[in-house]
T-cell receptor
Framework: RKEVEQDPGPFNVPEGATVAFNCTYS??????FFWYRQDCRKEPKLLMS???SGNEDGRFTAQLNRASQYISLLIRDSKLSDSATYLC???????????FGQGTTLQVKP | EAEVAQSPRYKITEKSQAVAFWCDPI?????LYWYRQILGQGPELLVQ????????DSQLPKDRFSAERLKGVDSTLKIQPAELGDSAMYLC?????????????FGPGTRLLVL
């Protein structure tokens, strides 16, 4: 079983749609949680950190459920520019090692 | 805005040849990471440095891969001999320190194709 699991998709949605991605992790000792965005043939870039209380950044909302070991990302009012792969990432210890899911691909269509 | 630099951006080589990748982290970042990303998968950590010391190389195939960060600044990752399965994107990342809340910043990567 992978340490971080995501549905690879692809998710094909029209502009303006709301889309949600889910992720589960297996290590209950995991300390920090993130969503990274990766455009085709580019490097991953931090989209947002995920906190237990949930957090929002504009059209993006991230939530963490430690009891279920579950992380989510909600994108409202999807834009064409949101098309990318979204990587669920867990940091399990103070060494800083990041464990990446395989990514979920989003394609927003006009 | 400071960035992580990597070179070359692309490398094509034949199997059994040696290849080397270079990374220059953001100035002042003590922690440096090398990740490998196979197409369709997320990045996987190969080696982590704290200054010039290796902190984690548990996933580094040590029979063919080596990494160094001699002066605790830039770093080189080498593969010898390259195999077909080594075709991937090799990403370097850096952070001020390893622990939270420090963010890891990624370089543009080196895309390796082994023929």
């Amino acid at each position: 079983r992978k340490e971080v699991e995501q549905d690879p998709g692809p998710f094909n949605v029209p502009e303006g749609a709301t889309v949600a991605f889910n992720c589960t992790y297996s290590n209950s000792a995991s300390q920090s949680f993130f969503w990274y965005r990766q455009d085709c043939r580019k490097e991953p870039k931090l989209l947002m950190s995920v906190y237990s209380s949930g957090n929002e950044d504009g059209r993006f909302t991230a939530q963490l459920n430690r009891a279920s070991q579950y992380i989510s990302l909600l994108i409202r009012d999807s834009k064409l520019s949101d098309s990318a792969t979204y990587l669920c990432v867990v940091r399990s210890s103070n060494t800083g090692k990041l464990i990446f899911g395989q990514g979920t691909t989003l394609q927003v269509k006009p | 805005e400071a960035e992580v630099a990597q070179s070359p951006r692309y490398k094509i080589t034949e199997k059994s040849q040696a290849v080397a990748f270079w990374c220059d982290p953001i100035s002042g970042h003590a922690t440096l990471y090398w990740y490998r990303q196979i197409l369709g998968q997320g990045p996987e950590l190969l080696v982590q440095f704290q200054d010039e010391s290796v902190v984690d190389d548990s996933q580094l195939p040590k029979d063919r891969f080596s990494a160094e960060r001699l002066k605790g600044v830039d770093s080189t990752l080498k593969i010898q001999p390259a195999e077909l399965g080594d075709s991937a994107m090799y990403l370097c990342a850096s952070s001020l320190s390893p622990g939270p809340p420090e963010t890891q910043y990624f370089g543009p990567g080196t895309r390796l194709l082994v023929l």
